[in-house]
């Protein structure tokens, strides 16, 4: 199994910009397509971005495309979520996910492995 660490989350005013981490550990997160997920109470996972194992194809919910971006380091088993322009209804617990079916993912019932969930709060 892979373990997944997420950091970054916090307070930020609307148009300002914010990223989050997620850190990798006990497999190499190069074997997953890798997911980010957002959730508000009494909703379920809002799908955000996907990445493929390859760290080439990505696929954005309509709402954060030209605006967020995912992205893999592999020297440091780390996926992130560079979100930009950010806007009060982007706030959300935020959460990675990992899927063992290798290309890019936007069900969150496609993916096996979730972080804890970091929480992101933009103000007006």
């Known amino acids: 199994q892979v373990q997944l660490v997420e950091s970054g989350g916090g307070l930020v005013q609307a148009g300002g910009s914010l990223r989050l981490s997620c850190a990798g550990s006990g497999h190499t997160l190069s074997s997953y397509a890798m997911g980010w997920f957002r959730q508000v109470p009494g909703k379920g996972r809002e799908f955000v971005a996907a990445?493929?194992?390859?760290?080439?194809?990505?696929s954005y919910a309509p709402s954060v495309k030209g605006r967020f971006t995912i992205s893999r380091d592999s020297a440091k088993n780390t996926v992130y979520l560079q979100m930009n322009s950010l806007k009060p209804e982007d706030t959300a617990v935020y959460y990675c996910?990992?899927?063992?079916?290798?290309?890019?993912?936007?069900?969150?019932?496609?993916?096996?492995?979730w972080g804890q969930g970091t929480q992101v709060t933009v103000s007006s």
């Open positions: 996910a990992a899927s063992l079916q290798r290309a890019l993912r936007i069900r969150d019932s496609d993916y096996d492995y």
């Open positions: 990445l493929s194992w390859s760290g080439v194809t990505t």
